[in-house]
């Protein structure tokens, strides 16, 4: 396979691993540097000629680097299919704004998927960087490698007082978002989410659904991340990070044990109804399956629910967005059509599983 | 097992077998005469000393028929458990009135359950035969051989002018009260129901659920029987109410076949996932349970469904109430714990199924 078809089709992504610290809670760590070069003008002010120089300039470092340890592909976003692209911004790899550029903007990601560059979205390049559970310290590493690569062939616009430039004011400082996802299922049905989003202003973080800015937590799943980049060191920012996920953590431990402790069966019977939706619903839309998914991780994580591996979890949780979905089917469908398609696929997915778990490996997961 | 013990626990009853015409949609047709003796008087007035005599009278009488092709077993009220007399009533071998009567009642069952006399309830005498099916005639003809068998030796309180004399008035004349039982989901879907049953009292019909006078239909259940038993006949009453249940049978079968045309995927999802609630659920109610197991036997009709025996769901509707349930389990369960062990009995009984299908006969249906 072309290593750009398994960005459009591979389910199996290192940073969904979950078999790492916390990796029952924070499904994983993103860190993302936004840069841009000094000699040219910012996207929004560019010129198509200058955009085109840009990319080319900087997807050549970025594919010719030996001294990184990565292999890294180049994607034409206005080259790509339409569907392709949602793949790419379902998976995290872009951003919907770089999806939607008809102008030299492209993307240039590592083997792993753990690194993306993207060039000419908002600001010249956006690095970001993602690493499976809890660990900022990782993902951090990886971005600063790169960023420090980059630098000594691209130089950056750069202010002594103000620290990295970038298009948009919010960005400027360190020009940097790290942020978690976590999955808190607990807080949410012991309705403890309104507490700690509303406290996130006061500690210069923000909370954000899956698919980020603008969007709302569907299945139980919030990113949280910095909202300054100015005034803070990166150090700053990244203890801040780690000790409030730190906290939150414990209290969706809490609470689950507590669930478990004081309402079992009823929560035995929500994660299992929410199986039986998977198995059996012949229409599902993306918000209940998420849901379903949600519920059904949990049930695994209490120990209520066993015999699903994590991997299959995560496999689930990708290919019921609209995107992934129709990259699957091979065309575009209606709505409706996605939601029969969507029940069908993921009712094949765990029957395989099944299937398998009775010792039959003709079955592929 | 003694008789007794069959009648208190057997979920194999023969009003419920369903390969009959109209099966699908109409469960059973019911027939039962009030009557009351000549030389008593009526329940509501008379002695425990005459109460006894009577009780003892009547049961000897069908206790030694040599005449009737039937078995039949004495049951003494009083005596029964509680828990016992609920399956009864679930069983609608009893009335709940009968249940909780505290002085010489009682009710003599026939072998295959198709007959019960209740003895000293509202009347002295209510004579029930019921058969699978739309079958009016065969219920008649039953309740009819019964009724003349048992005149020849306890004479009726009958007048001239007004036929068979009753405790209620309501029920005077021929004393007779037809009913059939119907499942109908796709007319009570569909919104058809209230419709049908604002025009029973043009028609002198009355509409009921499962359990009988002021119950709500669940499950899809309703029992249409004739609300008038004086100035019609005993033939002007079956026709009618015969001519009534083909009507409504050919109107619920031509809107389960529109909902196949038009709403096939809305209607495989629908009895899918009460399909996977009654298999993965781990807390039932009973209204839930039997809107469940309508909506599985609806799947069954539609052809959406397999491999599921009838006889297997009639086992689950009669399980899923609350006296069945704790006979099952011997003994009496608060309602969460009911809903608790419901759900359970549930999955074991469907489970089975799936097991057997496979070959396994190890398993009991």
């Known amino acids: 396979m072309d290593k750009k078809d398994t960005f459009f089709n591979a389910t199996d992504v290192r940073w969904m691993a979950g078999d790492v610290e916390h990796g029952d809670i924070v499904m994983s760590t993103r860190i993302r540097l936004a ?3 000094k000699d040219y003008r910012f996207p929004r002010a560019f010129s198509e000629d200058e955009a085109f120089k840009l990319d080319q300039t900087i ?5 010719d680097a030996e001294t990184l340890d990565q292999h890294f592909t180049h994607i034409d976003i206005a080259t790509t299919p339409i569907l392709q692209k949602k793949v790419l911004v379902e998976k995290h790899l872009i951003s919907p704004q770089l999806a939607h550029k008809d102008r030299s903007a492209s993307v240039v990601i ?6 993306s560059v993207m060039i000419n979205e908002e ?3 956006r690095i970001q960087c993602i690493e499976p559970g809890l660990d900022l310290e990782k993902a951090y590493f990886n971005a600063d490698t790169l960023d420090r690569y980059l630098e000594e062939y691209v130089p950056y616009a750069f202010d002594e007082e103000f620290g990295y430039l970038t298009s948009c004011p919010t960005n400027t400082g360190t020009g940097m978002r790290a942020s978690v996802m976590m999955h808190l299922p607990a807080l949410t049905m012991t309705d403890q989410m309104e507490q700690i989003i509303s406290m996130m202003p006061r500690l210069g973080m923000v909370v954000r659904g899956i698919y980020g800015e603008g969007t709302e937590a ?6 949280i991340s910095n909202q300054v980049t100015l005034g803070k060191s990166e150090e700053e920012i990244l203890t801040d990070l780690q000790s409030l996920a730190e906290q939150i953590v414990q209290r969706e431990t809490e609470s689950r044990k507590a669930l478990l402790d004081h309402a079992e069966t009823i929560m035995n019977d929500r994660v299992n109804r929410s199986l039986g939706t998977l198995h059996y619903a012949r229409i599902l839309t993306s918000d209940e399956a998420a849901n379903c998914l949600s519920n059904v991780r949990l049930g695994i994580d209490l120990g209520l629910i066993e015999n699903i591996p994590t991997k299959v979890l995560n496999k689930c949780m990708l290919v019921i967005q609209p995107g992934f979905l129709q990259q699957y089917v091979g065309t ?11 029940a069908t696929l993921l009712r094949e997915i765990l029957n395989n599983v099944r299937q398998r778990e009775k010792g039959d490996d003709s079955y592929d997961v």
């Open 35 to 37: 840069r841009n070069l």
């Open 59 to 63: 997807s050549n470092v970025l594919l």
């Open 110 to 115: 590592s083997d792993d998927e753990s690194v």
């Open 123 to 125: 600001d010249h390049l």
């Open 218 to 223: 569907v299945g139980n799943y919030y990113q």
């Open 332 to 342: 575009t469908l209606k709505p409706n059509e996605r939601d029969v398609y969507r």
